[in-house]
């Protein structure tokens, strides 16, 4: 049974940072492309930042230079540090596992953590 399980959500001013982390089990964690969604109220859930199994990473436009994806494969634990926080990085934000071993990136995603509320004030 896979589970991941996010902590290290909550509130910061605007150009603060925050550091997430997604700990998974019951797979093989070194083998899965990881990534961070997020969903703010009334839009869709976009994704964010993604890992492959090989560590390349890929990010969306809006947060390039601000946050970076990392994953630590002895912990099988995947990071999202967040700077330079904007209030419309508001949102909930999820992490996720791919549903093949060895994907170049998070392209179907399988298995969702419960989400961790991240809100920025201005």
């Known amino acids: 049974q896979v589970q991941l399980v996010e902590s290290g959500g909550g509130l910061v001013q605007a150009g603060g940072s925050l550091r997430l982390s997604c700990a998974a089990s019951?797979?093989?964690?070194?083998?899965?492309?990881m990534g961070w969604f997020r969903q703010a109220p009334g839009k869709e859930r976009e994704l964010v930042a993604s890992i492959s199994w090989r560590a390349n990473r890929s990010y969306a436009d809006s947060v390039k230079g601000r946050f970076t994806i990392s994953r630590d494969n002895a912990k099988s634990t995947v990071y999202l540090q967040m700077n330079s926080l904007k209030p419309e990085d508001t949102a909930v934000y999820y992490c996720a596992a791919d549903s093949s071993r060895y994907t170049p990136a998070v392209v179907n995603p399988a298995y969702w953590g419960q989400g961790t509320q991240v809100t920025v004030s201005s």
């Open positions: 019951g797979v093989t964690f070194s083998t899965y492309a």
